[in-house]
């Protein structure tokens, strides 16, 4: 069992050091090939002084994806926060697109954190999953109950699956968006029109349908 992360006070020191290292390096190898040696040198330290904040790899791999999926939520609330500010100017799309962009300013922002999140987590130790699930479970709640209020006439199911269809869309981007060529935010456009314009079509049942 890997111990949840726990969060620090005070001015940033070896752990913020660590975590930086350990994301990047995470990112270039992998969990498997990256190696609590190759971080220490990193942040010149001896391997055996990692442990005074991690107990192992797998807790400072938690540790790593901790710190992504909080960089989400953080994006999600700040998005949130500037829909009601403007309530009265957005309508339903306009809402969704707010979200859209913050998600996707925060996850190549921060890609070492958050792109493990998509290129990591399925081949990580069962530990290491079960520790961070219910991080990713309360971020994908935020978003499901999104969903839910901008698509009132889409069932449970319904919302489940476009919730997926919509990451799947969003995620992907880090093996081919290059914002040196493109512009994040025209993405997210193209992204929310996309997503909208078929989701928000009224549902209408398949005359062949059995039920």
């Known amino acids: 069992m890997v111990a949840a992360p726990i969060a620090e006070t ?5 752990r913020d050091r660590i975590l930086d290292a350990a ?16 971080i220490a040198g990193d942040v010149e330290m001896k391997a055996g002084s990692l442990y005074y904040h991690f107990g192992s790899k797998d807790e400072l791999f938690v540790s790593v994806l901790a710190r992504g999926i909080a960089l989400m939520s953080d994006g999600f609330d700040g ?15 306009a809402h969704l697109a707010e979200h859209v962009r913050a998600h996707l300013r925060v996850l190549h922002g921060n890609f070492a954190f958050t792109s493990l999140h998509v290129t ?3 081949t990580a130790p069962e530990a290491v999953r079960a520790a961070i699930v219910p991080e990713r479970d309360a971020y994908e709640a935020k978003w499901t109950a999104l969903l839910g209020s901008l698509l ?7 919302i489940g699956i476009l919730r997926l269809v919509l990451f799947g869309a969003i995620n992907s981007s880090i093996e081919w968006f290059d914002a040196r060529r493109g512009n994040l935010d025209d993405f997210a456009d193209v992204v929310t029109d996309q997503f909208w314009n078929g989701a928000s079509r009224p549902h209408e049942k398949d005359d062949n349908d059995s039920t």
Do not use: H, I, K, N
């Not at 998005?79 to 339903?92: F, G, I, T």
């Open 10 to 14: 005070g001015p940033s020191s070896g």
């Open 152 to 158: 009132p006439g889409r069932s449970a199911d319904e």
């Open 120 to 122: 990591s987590f399925r």
């Open 23 to 38: 994301a990047a390096r995470f990112a270039e190898l992998g969990f498997t090939e990256t190696s609590l040696r190759l």
């Open 79 to 93: 998005a949130a926060q500037r829909v009601a500010a403007a309530a009265e100017q957005q309508d339903a799309r």
